[in-house]
């Protein structure tokens, strides 16, 4: 069963922009990733925040994390080209021998010149 | 950096067929993890591994199964092809992390496009 929910599924923004991805969990987390996928390609680790924190930065990224609306959103500030991709959110949870990720269905960012 | 490589890029198969899908990592990762990612679905888990020998049932086994003989190296075995199963399949690995603690990042390789005919 799919966690994660991100919102909105596309997104076209001009270079210079902020990008605003957001997604939505249903149960309890340890934690919460973001990755990027170029098309054609695998995925690749952005960020990761915990149950505990509330915003985290790297780079030109904002994550943020609100436990209560179990929701968390990924800001990219100053968007470039490079940006353009599908990002996808997971949340992390232990089943007893591993620990597992489920990933939402993606946003689909494209940056233009 | 983390390399994880899979066997194929691309690859053609006729139903019925016995399908392996192979999977290597380099950085000597405890856990292994199969997905398949379909548009509109995002990706699913299938199998995963946390040891040697060791294998756990993702989201969707149904169809498939696993070997994992050695820590590097993680397949995916499509005992029987069928056209439902055409996808892009996704190997994934990461550092072992324990109970209450927080997950590890997963390192992704490029993906193998399988289309069973």
């Known amino acids: 069963s799919q966690q994660g929910e991100e919102d909105p599924q596309a997104l076209s923004i001009q270079e210079g922009e902020n990008a605003t991805m957001n997604c939505s969990y249903k149960?309890?987390?340890?934690?919460l990733q973001w990755y990027r996928q170029n098309s054609g390609r695998g995925l690749v680790h952005l960020i990761l925040?915990?149950?505990?924190?509330r915003e985290k930065h790297s780079g030109r990224l904002r994550v943020t994390l609100d436990t209560s609306k179990k929701s968390s959103s990924l800001l990219i500030t100053a968007s470039r080209a490079a940006d353009t991709a599908s990002y996808f959110c997971?949340?992390?949870?232990?089943?007893?021998?591993?620990?597992?990720?489920?990933f939402g269905t993606g946003t689909r960012l494209q940056v233009t010149l | 950096d983390v390399k994880v490589t899979q066997s194929s890029r691309y690859l053609v198969k006729r139903t019925g067929e016995k399908v392996f899908l192979e999977c290597v990592q380099d950085?000597?990762?405890?856990?292994m993890f199969w997905y398949r990612q379909d548009p509109g679905l995002g990706l699913r888990l299938i199998y995963f591994?946390?040891?040697?020998?060791?294998?756990e049932k993702g989201d969707i086994p149904e169809g498939y199964s696993v070997s994992r003989e050695k820590k590097e190296r993680f397949s995916l075995i499509l005992e029987s092809a069928s056209t439902n199963q055409t996808s892009m399949y996704l190997c994934?690995?990461?550092?072992?992390?324990?109970?209450?603690?927080?997950?590890?990042?997963?390192?992704f390789g490029d993906g193998t496009r399988l289309s069973i005919l």
């Open positions: 994934a690995s990461s550092f072992r992390s324990g109970q209450g603690a927080s997950n590890q990042p997963q390192h």
């Open positions: 997971a949340t992390g949870a232990f089943t007893g021998t591993a620990s597992k990720l489920t």
């Open positions: 591994s946390y040891d040697v020998k060791m294998k």
């Open positions: 950085m000597d990762h405890e856990n």
């Open positions: 925040i915990r149950s505990n924190e």
């Open positions: 149960t309890s987390i340890n934690n």
